[in-house]
């Protein structure tokens, strides 16, 4: 009975002891697993090397100043720390946008600031009506600057009104600034009417006559000796001449613009280059009373896509070659757009007596709805009954019409290539072209002088007057000088 008592004892007692060696074990499985993790925290209580984790940087602290990315930056100080552009309100720097009161002063700081720092917006505030007088605003700049319109931007309200000692050329001059972006959902007002309605204007004088006396009238915009330059989303609207003017520039984007004057208000060409190279004009629609998109001399590789013309004169190349002057035009690509209620379709327009070249133009994909001279090419090109036949011309040739199709104004026939009797037009191409009648039945035959090229397909109205092949005296290209 003792023996059985001690074995059981005995018993109970290993029975515990494994119990409890067991227990002990899990407990130290337990806290070396904890003693990782204290690693990781940067506790150096030992531990494997190999299983050390990377150290993770904590989140930098948050700026003294309190401010966040989204945040504007306060534009009386051009350096302070902030992720996003640093933003000049014409407003901060004493404009007052009520329509009336000259603004240039604070425009002219603005601009000032803002181009002293990369990447800043001058910004012109929606709910402003901000009067200027002409104004130049000169670069270098530093990069990235915008230039950014959300109100309404006017010039005086007509010549009474413009200072004397203004330049009447321009409104707006953008000079040499390169990588400029001039955007926004506001409104340019260019107040014109008065300047259309002065006596010197084509038919503006009595009885629809035209009196001699000064006529200088401001482009609304003019950028000159700049390059990389963007214009977009802007409404630009009843200019006194030109709307938008390049001059001397080097790589523009313009894309998105709403361009508007009456069909009546003269010389207000909706986008004007020359002597400008590298454009790129997408989705844009121009009504006015002229030239919808004009192309002058010294312009090459300009890509025109996706505009919308009309009321205008269509889309012209020229006029080049005045005044016996040298011109040079080349690779001109104009796609995919619709000109509607136009005098002229697709126009090249030169001046008895120049010299130069216009070479490499293609005109694919046009919708034509109730257009005078859809197709033309005018070498005679004159102002008046005064000019003389001469014997020198702007050299035309490699111009590709495809796809050409829509309705022509029965007043003129829909193809007109009146080529100079010297200098015979060449290589021009046609194929897919179906012009028909707006009203009546009767197709116009389209006439032809001194032209020559090829017709893929056949055409209409049948272009017979179309000589084959190459004239027999071809002038040197490498003479025009181009």
Partial sequence: MGISRINLTLYILIT???????????????????????????????????????????????????????????????????????????????????????DKEAFQSAWKAACAVESAVLLVPSDGNFMITATTFSGPCQPGLVFQIDGVLQPPGG??????????????????????????????????????????????????????????????????????????????????????????????????????????????DGIHIENTKSVGIYNSKISNGDDCISIGTGCSDVDIENVTCGPSHGISIGSLGVHNSQACVANITVRNTVIRHSDNGLRIKTWQGGTGSVTGLTFDTIYMEEVRNCIIIDQYYCLSKSCMN?????????????????????????????????????????????????????????????????QQTLTIPPITCLQDGEPETVVERASFGC
């Fill in 16 to 102: 515990l002891s494994v119990l409890f060696t067991g227990t002990t074990f899990a407990r130290t499985h337990y806290h070396k697993k904890q003693n990782r993790n204290h690693n990781q925290k940067g506790n150096n209580n030992g531990g494997e090397r190999g299983l050390e984790t990377p150290t993770i940087d904590p989140p930098p602290p948050s700026p003294d100043n309190g401010t966040v990315p989204s945040d504007p930056a306060d534009p009386t100080n051009p350096t302070e720390p902030n992720s996003g552009p640093c933003v000049y309100d014409v407003r901060s720097y004493g404009a007052v946008g009520d329509g009336s009161t000259d």
């Fill in 159 to 268: 010549p009474d009104c413009w200072p004397e000692t203004d330049s009447k050329q321009q409104w707006l001059l953008f000079n040499q600034v390169e990588g400029l972006t001039v955007k926004g959902s506001g409104t340019i007002e260019g107040n014109g009417e008065d300047w259309w309605n002065l006596p010197c204007k084509p038919h503006k004088g009595p009885h629809g006559s035209t009196l001699p006396g000064p006529c200088d009238s401001p482009a609304l915009l003019r950028f000159f000796l700049s390059c990389n330059l963007t214009l977009k989303d802007l409404r630009i609207e009843n200019s006194p001449k030109f709307h938008v003017k390049f001059d001397n520039c080097e790589g523009v984007h313009i894309e998105g613009l709403s361009i508007n004057s009456p069909a009546l208000s003269p010389n207000t």
């Fill in 390 to 454: 001469q014997s020198t011309a702007v050299y035309v040739s490699d111009v590709v019409y495809n796809n050409i199709r829509g309705t022509y104004d029965v007043r003129s026939p829909p193809i007109h290539f009146a080529c100079s009797d010297s200098m015979p037009c060449t290589n021009i191409t046609m194929s897919e072209v179906e012009l028909l009648p707006f009203e009546g039945e009767l197709v116009d035959d389209p006439f032809c002088w001194n032209a020559y090229g090829a």
